[in-house]
């Protein structure tokens, strides 16, 4: 298997602009996380999906950023209106499950820059 | 809330032990993991250890849990140019609408190797 597969792997954009990320989990695998990094604040769980349905969204810092997963094979990641403080690589997981059983597996990433 | 907390940077000589501290502030983590991020890329799992351990070895890399002191140790010994990467201390607590563990993150420490 190819792993989690993120594009693209490098975005940038202007402020305003809307973004769209994209992700293709590991087949087989029925759980999806997004995570946002930053220098100030690491690591950070913004939305995870079991069975391609929504569980926790908590993590989503405000109304600009949404997800979805129509398929078990897809899922985005938009943010509209882009803002400079986006800026971020954002990761993509994918697990067989969200039992702490199952291991995450990450994709490479996307670098967002937002001028 | 759970928050992770991790010094940003360490340095160590080629050949010596390494060892990258964390502390967590969640009671009821059930697992603490390491990840691994080199350049570029995404992240890796290390290794875990259930909350109900103190110790547990796995090669070059030990893990120390201090429950009490909710404190959480990487030691990786005989460090090589290879280890050069990020390294992410998580723990997982339950949540979300199925009871289902979630992963928060410490901002990472940087591990260089001085040849």
């Known amino acids: 298997d190819a792993g989690v597969i993120q594009s693209p792997r490098h975005e940038v954009t202007e402020m305003g602009q809307e973004v769209t990320l994209r992700c293709k989990p590991i087949s087989g695998h029925n759980s999806l996380f997004w995570y946002r990094q930053t220098m100030m604040r690491g690591l950070e769980l913004l939305i995870y999906f079991n069975n391609n349905v929504p569980i926790d969204d908590s993590g989503m810092p405000e109304d600009r950023f949404s997800a979805k997963m129509p398929n078990a094979s897809f899922s985005t990641l938009k943010i509209q209106p882009s803002e400079p403080r986006d800026s971020a690589v954002y990761f993509c997981?994918?697990?067989?499950?969200?039992?702490?059983?199952?291991?995450?597996?990450f994709g490479p990433g996307t670098r967002l820059t937002v001028t | 809330g759970e928050d992770v907390e991790q010094s940003l940077f360490l340095s160590v000589r080629e050949g010596d032990s390494s060892v990258i501290n964390c502390t967590y502030t969640?009671?009821?983590?059930?697992?603490l993991y390491w990840y691994k991020q080199e350049p570029g890329a995404g992240l890796q799992l290390l290794t875990y250890i259930f909350s109900n351990m103190d110790m547990k070895q796995d090669q070059r890399l030990t893990v120390l849990l201090n429950k009490k002191d909710k404190h959480l140790s990487l030691r990786i010994a005989d460090t090589q140019t290879g280890d050069s990467a990020i390294y992410f201390c998580a723990e997982s607590a339950p949540g979300g609408y199925f009871g289902n563990e979630k992963l928060t993150f410490g901002t990472g420490t940087r591990l260089t190797i001085i040849p």
């Open positions: 969640d009671s009821s983590s059930t697992y």
């Open positions: 997981a994918s697990s067989l499950g969200t039992s702490i059983d199952y291991e995450q597996y």
